[in-house]
Structure formats: C-alpha cells, structure tokens
C-alpha cells in the first residue's frame, strides 16, 4: 500500500545531483535590530524609518502605535505575526479591527493578486460578500445577522468567483481568509474566517537549490498525510495525485527567482511524467484485475437479468403504448387554461374558431371549439374522433385529445406552426422550389394512402383540398380536418353515402351524380388529381367570378398545352414547363379521370410521384363539361347556390 513513495523516492534521487548547485546569494543584512511592539523585524522586511541598507524596500514596513502595517495592492493591513523559518506573514485588512462587526473597507482582486512578484497567498480560499434586498433560501449563502436591516440584508460566501449573483444582489468585497472549510458548520464560521486574517508568503532568500527541492518534497508529503485517510482507501489516488501535482506548483513559485531553478523545474517535468506513465501502468494492471474482471461479469448477469426481466414485462409495455397513443379526453376547464381563456384566435369558420393553445412542457396545440347546430356539429365531432383518433401517420395530423360536456365539444390537435398549404400555392410570388413542391405532394399521398390502406378500416376523407393540408414547422404536409370523413370495411367496393359531401372544385363527379360511378377510395383521388394541378399552376382549378365555361376550367387548358405537339418544346403562359411541374399536371390529370374505374389508386400516385416524368404517358382527355354545368348552375339558381354552400365543410349535409 506504500508504492506511492517510490514515485517520492525517485523524486529526491534526482534532485541530490541537483542539490550542488550556488546558492542564491543573500542581500547584505545590516546590524540594526528593528521592532515594533512585540514583533521583531528581519530580513526581508525593515521598517520605515531604518537605514538604506537594512531589508528590502519592497518589504518595507510602518509602525504605528506599536502596531505594524502594511500595504498590499493598495490596501492597509495589520501584521498579526511573521514566521520567518517558514517565509509567511499574517495579517488582517485594518477595516475588520473597527469592531466586532465590519465589513473591509476595501476588496482585493484575485487576479492582481496571482501576479504579485513579492507576496503569494498561503491558501487560495476567498469569502465574497454582498448586499441583497431580499433573503435568500439557497444554503451556500450565508447570513450575518448583525449587519443585516429589514430591507438590507449581507450574506457571505465561499468562493473568489461568484457565477450566480442573485438579480436583488450586489457584490460589496472580496477577502481572502486561512481556509477553514472542513470546519464550517454554522452562520458565524465564514464571519469568523475573514475576521481571522489569511496568510501570504513571500519568497526564499539565501536558500540553496536543494534546499528548496527538499523543502518542495516534504510539502508534498505532508500534503499526502493531510488528504489520506487510513480508513478510507478509496482516498489514496485522489490523495497522491494531489500530492504529485503540489510538487511541480511548489518548484514552479520559486523559478521566477533566478534562471537555475527555471532549468530544475522543466527538468522535474519531464521526470515527473515518466514516473506519472510507469504509475498509469501499474494502475491500470491493478484496475483490470481487481475491477474490469468483475464489472464484466456484473454486466453479464445484469443482461440475463435483463433478458428475462423484458420478456415478462413485454404485456405491460404494450398495453402503456396503447394507452398512450389514445387521445386525452379534457374537461371544458381544462379547455380554458390551454387557451388561457381563449386568448389567441387561429382562424375561424362556419364550424366554430380555432385557439392556440399550451400543454405542460411547452407542447402547442390548436383547439378547435365547435359551435352552432349541435347536432350537426355533434356529428362532425364523432367523425372526427372516430377517425383521426386512431391514426398516428407521419402526414396526417395527430389528434391530442377532445372535450364534450353538453354543448361544448372541442377537438384539440398538434399545433401546425405553418398553417395551411392555400397560404403558399395561391400567392403571388411562388414560395416553394419545384422539388420541395413534389416533396409536399409526395407527403400528401403518402398520408391518403394511409388512410386507405394503413388502417384496419378504410378512411376516405371526402375533403381534400388546400385548406386542409396543415404544414409543420418543417413544412411537413399533414392531411387535416376529418368532419366528412367516413369509415367502412376493407372488402367492402362500394360506400354508401347519403347526401353529397365535399367543396366545389374538389368533389368526384359521383359524388354530383351516381351515374359515373360508384363512389369508393376513388372519390379522394379525384380530389387529390385536383390539389396537385392547383399546386404546380398557382391558381385555383374553378374560378366561380368568371363568365365562359372555358375561363372557368383551368385543367381543360393545362391538357390542351400537353397534348399540343408534344415534339416541339413545351411553353406555358410564357415560361418553360419545368419537369416537376408537368409530372404533377400528368398524375393529376390520371387522378381526375370521369369514370372512377380510369383512375389510379393512391399506392399507385405515390409511386407515380416518386417516379420520372418521361414514365408517365398523357392520359385520355377527361370529360370536363360537367363541371362547367355545375359552375353555370350555380350563377343562375339561387336554390342551388344554397345546395353547393350546404355541401361545403361550413355546414353540415
């Protein structure tokens, strides 16, 4: 247990052969005998007043009613005692002797201090002390009562850098003091400790190098003694490192004082890092036999342990993953605090408004309040829960929980920073690049794929269109808003659906009139078809300002432009046709195909998407009269107008 002083014994070994070396030559002390009280002054010091040629004059001293002062770094100080043997001399900030209570009257910096030529600190441990307004409860603050007012109120702590200054708080001084930490126990110990004075040392004359190796060395080994405990062996490594790193310090305060001891102590460097790698050597031959062997087996067991302990446990993890993925049902107050009363209004429509809300741990929502026909809306909230409840797809927004008491209903989803794809498609300036632009569409027909495959019952939205593709923060497409949405079986072709659903511009021509078809998963690829040709032109497909039928069907010219002369180089209002661009028009002009049977299902638009456009083929010109029909139609019976309006997400059928 004693193979930390080999590492010592190497140490003075090396140092004999340097011991021979001059001594550093001593000044000339004169003969005068210098006093003041009862403290006797030699060399360095002299006192002021004695002959040129006693002490040094950087030591000079003042004496002062038989008390002797000093200056250091511009404040005065009274001299307690001198040690010569031991080159340390104690004194105390005069300001701290006007009474049992005070404070100094003035504060020293810690880095002046490190670079002082003359003096160094026996123990680098300062007390700060500052004034706050207010009490503090943290415990490394200490209080004294005595200077302490009402509204005033001095704390002390420990440390000559404060990092966390409390804001009602201001800095008043700063002192060193004898480190007394291992003894604080109570309020009064740090007003002891700066009233007790602190040690500084100055540095050896008339020494000789060994001298200083020796008195190095003995330091560090009763540094040792003082950090070690016998009881305890888990102290002996921090215990010897802080013995070995006290000696290199040691050797390195006295190099300043001449070019020899420079020398010594790059040389004591090199030999102190050679012993430090033997030392890691044997170090960690010990740790690998004693520590690593049975951390191995400890980690071997703890896996079994795990293995078994996981197995068993697998039921439970799945019934917690389900319960988590169910939304949250929340009373109406708790609607209110999310809200904050309803403070920030998102947007509003015929089925109520929609706030910005706040989850413990800053998660954001969108609360949708329902409002109005109860029973209309008592049915839109059903659909919803019912449907978006039980999805968890990356492209379809995320139902976080949901309130009904009696009247109030409220659905309350994650929170979509970037608001609705029509905010970006139809403005003026076109905001996204044609490969973002395929990447939210990509998104889109991934997230009605889902619903249509991905789900143990099928899901068809029947409202696709720009207003309810949220984007998130990354811009991230999330199909929303599922108020028309209906469920049925996977082995069920057909979709019993009573009434017409849906928004003009977007609704599948079966939807209008069964004799196109039957209405199935192909209705919302219909509406897709048409979100993608508004996405890649800009502007909206139906356009119910204008007058002819040939203004107001903007896909009818997008084919027309395809199909004309497809050898030559294809323009469109005076800007080439971008690659990306005439994909999306050629799969959306698949997906709007009349008879349902013509269209491609939303596994095979995504794969469409992801593909080439040189792969796709122009496909047969849809039959669009039916919808200027429809637009006609709704210029000139009011009665029908009230029939679209009805059909539209505002109300319900």
């Not at 060399?43 to 950087?58: H, I, M, S, T, V």
């Not at 201001?170 to 003091?177: D, I, N, Q, R, V």
Request: neutral net charge; proline residues 4%; charged residues 20%.
């Amino acid at each position: 247990m004693r193979w930390w002083r080999l590492s010592f014994g190497i140490y003075i070994i090396f140092f004999v052969f340097m011991g021979f070396t001059k001594g550093l030559q001593d000044q000339q002390l004169c003969n005068l005998s210098s006093s003041c009280g009862d403290l006797q002054i030699q060399f360095p010091f002299r006192l002021k007043g004695d002959p040129a040629n006693c002490g040094d004059p950087n030591y000079e001293l003042t004496c002062s009613g038989n008390r002797t002062l000093m200056e250091f770094q511009s404040v005065q100080f009274l001299v307690k005692n001198i040690y010569y043997p031991f080159n340390i001399i104690q004194v105390i900030e005069i300001g701290l002797l006007r009474s049992n209570c005070s404070l100094p009257l003035k504060s020293l910096r810690a880095s002046s201090v490190s670079r002082s030529r003359y003096y160094q600190l026996e123990s680098w441990y300062w007390i700060s002390l500052m004034n706050c307004s207010k009490k503090l409860s943290s415990l490394k603050y200490q209080l004294f009562p005595c200077l302490s007012q009402e509204d005033s109120y001095v704390y002390a702590v420990s440390g000559w850098l404060v990092t966390d200054l409390a804001p009602s708080c201001s800095l008043l001084s700063m002192m060193p003091a004898t480190d007394t930490s291992s003894s604080i126990s109570s309020d009064s110990d740090l007003f002891q400790a700066i009233h007790g004075g602190f040690s500084l040392r100055w540095p050896t004359h008339g020494f000789t190098t060994s001298m200083l190796i020796r008195r190095c060395l003995r330091d560090s080994f009763r540094m040792f003694d003082d950090n070690f405990e016998t009881s305890n062996y888990l102290s002996l490594i921090p215990a010897v490192f802080k013995a070995e790193m006290h000696f290199p310090a040691c050797v390195e305060d006295y190099s300043g004082l001449n070019s020899h001891f420079e020398l010594i102590f790059r040389l004591s460097i090199v030999v102190i890092v050679i012993i430090e790698i033997v030392q890691l050597v044997i170090v960690l031959l010990i740790i690998g036999r004693l520590i690593l062997a049975p951390l191995a087996l400890w980690t071997f067991l703890a896996h079994k342990f795990w293995t078994i302990w996981s197995a068993d446990d697998a039921v439970e993890k799945f019934l917690q993953a389900q319960q988590s993925l169910s939304p949250t049902r929340y009373a109406y107050t708790d609607i209110i605090a999310i809200t904050r009363h309803f403070k920030e209004q998102l947007g509003r429509g015929g089925f109520g408004s929609v706030y910005k809300g706040e989850l413990p741990g800053r998660h954001f929502v969108a609360v949708k309040l329902l409002s109005g026909n109860s029973k209309c809306h008592g049915d839109d909230f059903i659909s919803e829960v019912s449907t978006i409840g039980r999805i968890h797809h990356l492209n379809v927004v995320r139902l976080v929980g949901f309130c009904s008491e009696g009247s109030k209903a409220a659905l309350v989803y994650e929170y979509m920073p970037n608001k609705s794809l029509d905010k970006y498609i139809f403005s003026s300036n076109r905001y996204f690049s044609w490969q973002k632009l395929n990447t939210i569409a990509l998104g889109v027909a991934r997230g009605i794929d889902y619903l249509h495959r991905g789900c143990d019952m099928t899901i068809l939205h029947f409202d696709i269109k720009p207003q309810n593709i949220l984007l998130d923060q990354t811009f991230i497409p999330k199909v929303s808003d599922f108020g028309l949405a209906k469920l049925y079986p996977k082995e069920y072709n057909v979709v019993s659906v009573s009434a017409t659903r849906g928004t003009i511009g977007y609704i599948a021509p079966e939807l209008m009139s069964r004799n196109f078809g039957t209405i199935s998963h192909k209705s919302d690829v219909y509406s897709f078809g048409m979100l993608l040709i508004e996405m890649a032109s800009g502007r909206r497909n139906v356009d119910t300002n204008a007058d002819s039928s040939s203004q107001n069907y903007y896909p009818s010219l997008i084919y027309d432009k395809l199909s004309y002369n497809g050898e030559q180089e294809i323009k469109f209002e005076s800007f080439e046709m971008n690659e990306v661009e005439k994909k999306l028009y050629l799969v959306g002009l698949w997906c709007i195909q009349i008879r349902p049977s013509d269209r491609p299902s939303m596994n095979q638009v995504v794969q469409m998407i992801e593909g080439d456009a040189d792969a796709l083929e122009l496909p047969p010109k849809p039959f669009f009269s039916w919808s200027s029909s429809i637009s006609r139609t709704l210029h000139s019976d009011n009665t029908a107008t009230t029939q679209l309006s009805v059909i539209e997400e505002d109300d319900c059928s």
